[in-house]
């Protein structure tokens, strides 16, 4: 949340100037904000050996995106923010994906699961 703090501190150290300085700051705030659902674990499921897999959450995100940006942007008249909350639509897609193949998925040789703690004396 340290982006949340210094947010126009950042903006203005990359340049942006004048009236771009609203839009540039609703845009990060909510890519920001957003942020809790990325995941870098498409590199993770390719290095697995799940090429296809990988490829597929790369382009389910870019689908929703592609889905939700003008919906959001002309349809529901949210401008940037719209364009914004597309952008962590598409990714929160690519997150979901990766919490079923890393937690859920069946036909794996090995599946992560949350470990009990048991305390032996």
Same mark, same amino acid.
């Given at each position: 949340?340290?982006?949340?703090?210094?947010?126009?501190?950042?903006?203005?150290?990359? @340049?942006?100037?004048?009236?771009?300085?609203?839009?540039?700051?609703?845009?990060?705030?909510?890519?920001?904000? @957003?942020?809790?659902? /990325?995941? =870098?674990?498409?590199?993770?499921?390719?290095?697995? =050996?799940?090429? =296809?897999?990988?490829?597929?959450?790369?382009?389910?995100?870019?689908?929703?995106?592609?889905?939700?940006?003008?919906?959001?942007? #002309?349809?529901?008249?949210? =401008?940037?923010? @719209?364009?914004?909350?597309?952008?962590? @639509?598409?990714?929160?897609?690519?997150?979901?994906?990766?919490?079923?193949?890393?937690? #859920?998925?069946?036909?794996?040789? /090995?599946?992560?699961?949350?470990?009990?703690?048991?305390?032996?004396?």
């Amino acid at each position: 949340m340290a982006g949340l703090v210094f947010i126009d501190p950042f903006l203005d150290m990359l @340049g942006v100037r004048g009236s771009l300085h609203e839009y540039a700051r609703q845009y990060a705030v909510i890519l920001l904000c @957003g942020s809790l659902s /990325y995941t =870098g674990f498409s590199s993770l499921v390719r290095a697995e =050996g799940r090429v =296809g897999f990988s490829t597929r959450m790369w382009i389910g995100a870019i689908v929703v995106q592609i889905i939700l940006d003008p919906l959001l942007i #002309l349809g529901l008249g949210l =401008g940037v923010s @719209g364009a914004a909350l597309g952008t962590v @639509g598409g990714q929160t897609v690519s997150a979901v994906m990766s919490w079923w193949f890393f937690f #859920l998925r069946r036909e794996r040789p /090995y599946r992560v699961r949350l470990a009990t703690c048991v305390r032996t004396p």
